[in-house]
């Protein structure tokens, strides 16, 4: 029962942090196109874990983690007023590579040169 509970709030959490991100002005996360990968928070609400990707890649994504770690004040209190939690948990931001890695698997999809004749079964 509390597991479901931990899952909503998560998921209540990762909503409000995509919110956020879009209203802050610092030029490290305003300038790159961010995504949420996931996000994992303690039994206890004490931790938060953010996992955050750039389309641009990983080096983009780390100055993006730069800067939100400086406005981590101002997205925690942001995040305890939207969400009326009793104790809001402590975020911590890390870079992944999730976006740009899908986006090469794409490419190479996409590359492969597969003609849709193959694909259909003969009826002989």
Do not use: W
Request: proline share 2%; glycine share 4%; hydrophobic share 35%.
């Amino acid at each position: 029962m509390a597991s479901h509970k931990i899952e909503r709030t998560t998921e209540d959490i990762k909503r409000e942090l995509t919110a956020i991100f879009r209203e802050l002005k610092d030029p490290r996360v305003n300038q790159a196109f961010l995504s949420i990968v996931r996000v994992e928070v303690t039994n206890d609400l004490s931790y938060c874990t953010v996992y955050v990707s750039a389309m641009e890649g990983l080096d983009r994504a780390k100055e993006a983690v730069k800067g939100l770690k400086s406005a981590s004040g101002y997205i925690r209190r942001e995040l305890g007023r939207r969400l009326k939690l009793r104790h809001v948990p402590e975020l911590i931001f890390n870079a992944t590579d999730s976006i740009e890695y899908s986006a090469n698997i794409s490419r190479i999809l996409n590359s492969l040169d597969i003609s849709e004749s193959e694909d259909e079964p003969d009826d002989a």
